[in-house]
């Protein structure tokens, strides 16, 4: 044999080598990465479990694990968006919230937070952009959510009969949705519709647990009715549920 032959050979046989060990190179990143990716998500999931317990110093040591295995998760981004509003950080707040929109696709829930979240801090135009895409989304399992923060941020804006339609587009998608409910009962007393407001809080009432702020509109419904019995009950129910709410320590004052 020749020995330019063997030579090419044996530069054919370390390229081969060579290819072979990039390749096992790239497969241990790629599966490094991915298991960060499922790390990440698992964590973000914890982290949701805890925000919904009001757990925050769980849910903020998972959140940041997540965000530490993966920085561009939108899971972790989305939820420790939530988290940081909650803690009163709005800038964080906003900065994680636009950081999983930029990594996401067709993702309504996350829409109706970060419009929920923009309506809170006034920006009205921009939130209801966010509840549109939201609603637009063929596939949202729950758009009488995206309908009905946009109602409430319609009302906030001063937009009251737009409010209303968006309240009755919810409860026309689900008739039991104890928000849109307990919503239009609200925007019908504050319009002086007294005998409509307290039918949404009788279908309110049939759906939901009771709140400080359902019992308040309860006791202000009968007092508006002349029903004092029935407005002392709701008072009674008030007091003795709720006793430490911030709307019992306002009627002592």
């Not at 497969?27 to 698992?42: F, L, P, Q, T």
């Not at 509840?131 to 309908?147: D, G, M, N, Q, V």
């Not at 419904?221 to 129910?237: P, Y």
Request: aromatic share 10%; glycine share 4%; charged share 20%.
């Amino acid at each position: 044999m020749k020995v330019g032959t063997i030579t090419t050979q044996i530069a054919i046989f370390a390229l081969i080598i060579l290819s072979l060990t990039l390749s096992g190179c790239r497969a241990v990143i790629e599966n490094s990465v991915n298991k960060n990716d499922y790390a990440a998500e698992y964590n973000a999931k914890l982290g949701l479990a805890y925000l919904k317990q009001n757990r925050l110093e769980l849910a903020h040591e998972k959140l940041l694990k997540a965000l530490q295995q993966n920085a561009n998760s939108v899971a972790a981004n989305h939820y420790y968006a939530v988290l940081q509003e909650k803690l009163g950080q709005t800038h964080s707040a906003k900065k994680h919230y636009q950081k999983a929109l930029r990594y996401s696709r067709n993702h309504p829930e996350l829409h109706n937070n970060y419009g929920s979240f923009l309506c809170r801090q006034t920006q009205y135009t921009d939130a209801l952009a966010q509840f549109t895409r939201a609603i637009k989304y063929p596939l949202y399992k729950t758009p009488e959510f995206a309908y009905t923060n946009a109602g409430v941020c319609l009302n906030k804006s001063g937009q009251p009969k737009n409010s209303e339609a968006y309240f009755r587009k919810a409860l026309q998608l689900n008739p039991q949705f104890d928000f849109a409910l307990y919503q239009m009962a609200v925007l019908n007393w504050k319009h002086g519709n007294i005998a409509k407001a307290q039918a949404f809080l009788y279908r309110y009432n049939d759906v939901a647990k009771q709140t400080p702020k359902s019992l308040l509109l309860c006791k202000q419904i009968h007092d508006k009715l002349g029903e004092r019995v029935e407005a002392d009950k709701c008072l009674s129910q008030l007091l003795s549920n709720f006793p430490t709410s911030e709307i019992v320590r306002n009627l002592s004052e």
